[in-house]
């Protein structure tokens, strides 16, 4: 939803959802709604409409929001590998992936091609003004993890619409993967830690942990040399059990090589071994953004300058407002 100007990730289907004491109208028809609390009106926000593109499908009858949808307000987003070589075991799933649900369920295929993804991105910028792109991909067998099938569609897609791209893969065991995804339109990447503990992440993501801390640092700094400072990113997740200290002392060691530590509050989904685990407190994560938004700041990386992605986008975490406050104040 947007909140005075600011288009937010508010979950609604969650465990913690049901038990909020904030109450949102049904929108009306061009989305505007007002959200209260116990009778008392708070404020307006608006939720983007269904977009255009959804009412297509392609000529062998799969809707076009099977194969990507809207995130955010002008992003599109998809998952261009449904499975994961992790996901089917329960000793190496990460404790709060859902991403087989949405394939259960039918709302998506299990691998979108390059044609398919390339059509749909055209139109959704035609239809839909959308601005930029998400691809990111369930973990396949081999050593590249990903980055050939998203090289691969980011060729089609830039071949059929000038959108910028990011995708979204765990490191490739070889560094010129990330030469072949720059030359084959990929813009951005985002190659995510989740979390930066190594106990906690042995515990909470059991497989992907396997990739070590190290392998990770090596890639990033690797991967800037090809796409530049501020457009390699890493999600982190604060809330599973790593301390403020943790993250901040990873989030310096990341901006210093010039990657953007996206920090969010976890969110809990639905059917996941994770789905009643907390999310965090406003303070935990206002210890955590308000220092990392002066270290980006004043690092000369900030979410505006990202071409494309999750930190771009913004929905998912305050960080990028933080950022804004900064820049209006001057960076001290």
């Not at 799969?62 to 329960?90: E, K, N």
């Not at 890639?219 to 993250?247: C, H, M, N, P, W």
């Amino acid at each position: 939803m947007t909140i005075d100007g600011m288009t937010v990730m508010v979950p609604v289907h969650t465990a913690p959802a049901f038990e909020s004491p904030y109450l949102v109208e049904k929108p009306d028809a061009a989305g505007n709604s007002r959200i209260s609390r116990d009778g008392k009106v708070l404020g307006e926000v608006s939720f983007p409409l269904r977009p255009s593109f959804y009412e297509r499908t392609t000529a062998d009858g799969i809707p076009y929001s099977q194969i990507a949808v809207l995130h955010g307000r002008d992003v599109l987003a998809t998952t261009v590998l449904q499975t994961c070589i992790r996901y089917q075991s329960r000793t190496k799933t990460c404790q709060f992936c859902a991403i087989g649900q949405s394939l259960a369920a039918g709302r998506t295929i299990a691998e979108k091609t390059p044609e398919q993804l390339a059509e749909v991105a055209k139109a959704a910028v035609e239809l839909d003004g959308v601005k930029h792109m998400v691809m990111t991909t369930g973990t396949p067998k081999g050593s590249d993890r990903g980055a050939s099938i998203l090289a691969d569609s980011a060729r089609a897609i830039k071949a059929a619409v000038d959108i910028p791209i990011q995708a979204q893969c765990e490191p490739p065991e070889d560094d010129v993967w990330f030469q072949i995804m720059k030359d084959a339109g990929v813009d951005a990447l985002g190659m995510h830690l989740e979390v930066v503990t190594p106990e906690v992440r042995a515990r909470i993501m059991p497989g992907k942990a396997q990739v070590s801390i190290e392998k990770y640092m090596s890639s990033f700094k690797a991967a800037v040399d090809v796409f530049g400072r501020g457009q390699v990113s890493t999600y982190i997740l604060a809330g599973l059990g790593d301390t403020r200290e943790a993250i901040l002392a990873m989030c310096e060691q990341l901006v210093a090589i010039g990657v953007y530590p996206f920090v969010v509050p976890f969110v809990p989904i639905s059917g996941t071994p994770l789905e009643s685990h907390p999310s965090p407190k406003p303070d935990f994560m206002h210890s955590i953004l308000a220092p990392l938004s002066r270290m980006l700041v004043e690092s000369g990386l900030k979410a505006v300058d990202i071409k494309a992605g999750c930190g771009k986008c913004g929905a998912c975490s305050a960080l990028s407002t933080y950022e804004k406050v900064l820049d209006g104040r001057g960076s001290k």
